[in-house]
T-cell receptor, first 116, second 115 residues
Framework: AQKVTQAQTEISVVEKEDVTLDCVYETRDTTYYLFWYKQPPSGELVFLIRRNSFDEQNEISGRYSWNFQKSTSSFNFTITASQVVDSAVYFCALSEDGTSGSRLTFGEGTQLTVNP | EPEVTQTPSHQVTQMGQEVILRCVPISNHLYFYWYRQILGQKVEFLVSFYNNEISEKSEIFDDQFSVERPDGSNFTLKIRSTKLEDSAMYFC?????????????FGPGTRLTVL
């Protein structure tokens, strides 16, 4: 069975600080995909990134970066120089390959508050 | 840019009533999903749908739930007899192809309140 754990329930930082959101996953599959979604106060789910299990290269997109380590089953997300607009709930999610309609399993989410 | 739409944005109903939540997936997508998020909790998978039948469903998706693609554009979730614990945000999603590699595009959600 697949499982995603986001141990940090809430994080509060001051603007311009760097912040890392942790994500640990469990799966028996060798092929799987990891995702991060942002849920702003308005409630929609905004896709941020997808990473497959065979690609452990770190990725950077502007102020966002992701660190995927299979050895520790972690897929952590760092926001550099945080801004107030980054305040949201962030969800890590996992999908296992092999089925045609692959479900996403979400973590509990981390509420990030960036204070001015 | 194509997007998934959902109606209504907010639905209030009395316990025991039937509700139908509607979704219009992205037009060339073939795989459809419903997820649920109880207030303050994580997003949970309900069901996936492909080729006019359910591909996979979770333990949450019991006999009171059903899904349908009544025409070429809509995808609906029906709750036959709502309970207080059905109050949640319901998200529809679609993807162009199946398999874990394909991004699921989410709609804005329907907030269901059961009184």
């Amino acid at each position: 069975a697949q499982k995603v754990t986001q141990a940090q329930t809430e994080i509060s930082v001051v603007e311009k600080e760097d912040v890392t959101l942790d994500c640990v996953y469990e799966t028996r599959d060798t092929t799987y995909y990891l995702f991060w979604y942002k849920q702003p106060p308005s409630g929609e789910l905004v896709f941020l990134i997808r990473r497959n299990s065979f690609d452990e290269q770190n990725e950077i997109s502007g102020r966002y970066s992701w660190n995927f380590q299979k050895s520790t089953s972690s897929f952590n997300f760092t926001i550099t120089a945080s801004q107030v607009v980054d305040s949201a709930v962030y969800f890590c999610a996992l999908s296992e390959d092999g089925t045609s309609g692959s479900r996403l399993t979400f973590g509990e989410g981390t509420q990030l508050t960036v204070n001015p | 840019e194509p997007e998934v739409t959902q109606t209504p944005s907010h639905q209030v109903t009395q316990m025991g009533q039937e509700v139908i939540l509607r979704c219009v997936p992205i037009s060339n997508h073939l795989y459809f999903y419903w997820y649920r998020q109880i207030l303050g909790q994580k997003v949970e998978f309900l069901v996936s749908f492909y080729n006019n039948e359910i591909s996979e469903k979770s333990e949450i998706f019991d006999d009171q739930f059903s899904v349908e693609r009544p025409d070429g554009s809509n995808f609906t979730l029906k709750i036959r007899s709502t309970k207080l614990e059905d109050s949640a945000m319901y998200f529809c999603a679609s993807s162009g192809r199946g398999g874990a590699r394909n991004e699921q595009f989410f709609g804005p959600g329907t907030r269901l309140t059961v009184l």
